[in-house]
């Protein structure tokens, strides 16, 4: 081969080189929305402290999208009816942001709308929206991952109910070292994926609000439920169960079902249960602490 055809191959088969894409006042873009509408593969955007009343839609895949240190609020509109970021593109990661205030009339808008596959959340905050995140239907290959995080005055009933976490039938949901506190209504995590992964977090509910379940996995999947403190009431919009299994009928294989080691508290008056599982499989509880008025499993499975 001609040594000029073969460097003109091996150039159309090389990626193009990524940018760092920076965001704030007397940058190339004065906002995240122009930013994503000029991302390409594998670019770095670094947005600078400040509030942006912006929303964006991420298209290209394996982009890094993170703060340049201090505070950075996303606070709308929203973008296509659905989020203040709408992701849809995979391999995407989000890293030090705030997500504030997302909100539509149908009740249904979310911080972070996930549509495009694998999806990374660092050391980010989910505060007043309708939803935190809200994923997509139909993606049973990919990935939501969400680390070090915050989830705070999040839910809603409107025409919807709006969640901390709503995640559809994506392969998995791992959340890592994460709070949620004070959703208003609704639940504080909702999955529906194949396999579900809550460790070493904190799913507190709080006066005055009266979020439902603390954990819910209406359609079966695999469950990892590991050292995480979770507070149910004073207040409740359902006082029936803090985790719940197969409450909607179950349509994926469930062959493991742990929740280890976690601590459990009750502040209602009345009873409720700590794990009530509707699924056939046997659930595993082992090494969890429980205080207050609790039925630690409805439903079939072990306690130890």
């Not at 999947?221 to 197969?246: E, W």
């Not at 349509?251 to 009345?270: A, C, D, K, Q, W």
């Not at 009873?271 to 699924?279: A, D, L, S």
């Amino acid at each position: 081969m001609r040594p000029a055809l073969l460097a003109a191959l091996l150039l159309a088969a090389a990626p193009a080189w990524s940018e760092t894409l920076r965001v704030g006042p007397g940058e190339r873009f004065a906002a995240p929305g122009a930013a994503a509408r000029a991302a390409k593969p594998g670019d770095r955007v670094v947005i600078a402290p400040g509030v942006y009343r912006d929303c964006a839609v991420w298209r290209a895949p394996d982009v890094t999208i993170e703060a340049a240190g201090g505070e950075v609020v996303i606070t709308g509109p929203i973008c296509a009816q659905k989020a203040l970021f709408v992701i849809a593109a995979p391999r995407v990661t989000v890293s030090g942001l705030t997500f504030r205030g997302a909100a539509s009339e149908g009740g249904n808008a979310a911080g972070i709308r996930a549509e495009g596959g694998d999806l990374t959340i660092l050391r980010s905050r989910f505060e007043d929206n309708q939803n935190g995140i809200l994923t997509a239907v139909n993606m049973r290959e990919a990935s939501l991952r969400i680390e070090d995080s915050v989830f705070v005055g999040n839910g809603a009933l409107i025409r919807l109910c709006a969640h901390g976490i709503y995640a559809n039938d994506w392969a998995l949901v791992s959340i890592l070292r994460t709070r949620f506190e004070a959703t208003r209504i609704c639940h504080h995590v909702k999955s529906r994926a194949l396999a579900t992964e809550i460790i070493d977090s904190e799913i507190l509910d709080t006066p005055g609000n009266r979020a439902s379940y603390l954990v819910d996995i209406p359609n079966g999947g695999n469950l990892l439920l590991r050292n995480t403190t979770l507070r149910k009431g004073p207040d409740h919009g359902n006082p029936t169960a803090a985790v719940m299994l197969g409450a909607e009928g179950v349509r994926h294989p469930t062959e493991s079902l742990r929740v280890i080691g976690n601590r459990f508290e009750n502040l209602m008056p009345r009873g409720t249960n700590f794990v009530e599982n509707r699924t056939a499989t046997p659930v595993l509880l082992e090494g969890n602490t429980i205080r207050g008025p609790v039925v630690v499993l409805a439903g079939p499975g072990e306690v130890r």
